[in-house]
Nanobody, 114 residues
C-alpha cells in the first residue's frame, strides 16, 4: 500500500524559507514522477511543481525562481525548498505520486505572515 507523508510545514514571516519533505513507502519510488500541489482557503488545488524519476522539474509561474523541487531516490523522499515566501503562498501543501492511479499525502500547512 502506497503511503505519502508530508512534513516541514509551519508559520514563517514573509521573505523566509521552509523546506517540505514527502516520504514515500509501499512503492518503487524511483520510477515515479512526483509533484507538489497546494490549496489555499476558498481556492482550487493548484500545481506547484513536478519532478520526473530522472530529476527533470517543472514549476508553476507563481513559484519559479523561488521554489526548488528535488528528490532523493535512495531515501524515497521528495523535497520542496521554498524561499522568499509570500503571504500568497499560504496554503495546505500536498505531495502526489503519479502512477496507474495517483496517490496523495495528507497535506502540511504553510502559513506566511506579512
Amino acid at each position: 500500500q502506497v503511503q505519502l507523508v508530508e512534513s516541514g510545514g509551519g508559520l514563517v514571516q514573509a521573505g523566509g524559507s521552509l523546506r517540505l519533505s514527502c516520504a514515500a513507502s509501499g512503492t518503487t519510488f524511483s520510477r515515479n514522477r512526483m509533484g507538489w500541489y497546494r490549496q489555499a482557503p476558498g481556492k482550487q488545488r493548484e500545481l506547484v511543481a513536478t519532478i520526473t524519476s530522472g530529476g527533470a522539474a517543472v514549476y508553476a509561474d507563481s513559484v519559479r525562481g523561488r521554489f526548488t523541487i528535488s528528490r532523493n531516490n535512495a531515501r524515497n523522499t521528495m523535497y520542496l525548498q521554498m524561499n522568499s515566501l509570500e503571504p500568497e503562498d499560504t496554503a495546505v501543501y500536498y505531495c502526489i505520486l503519479y502512477a496507474n492511479r495517483n496517490y496523495w499525502g495528507q497535506g502540511t500547512q504553510v502559513t506566511v505572515s506579512s
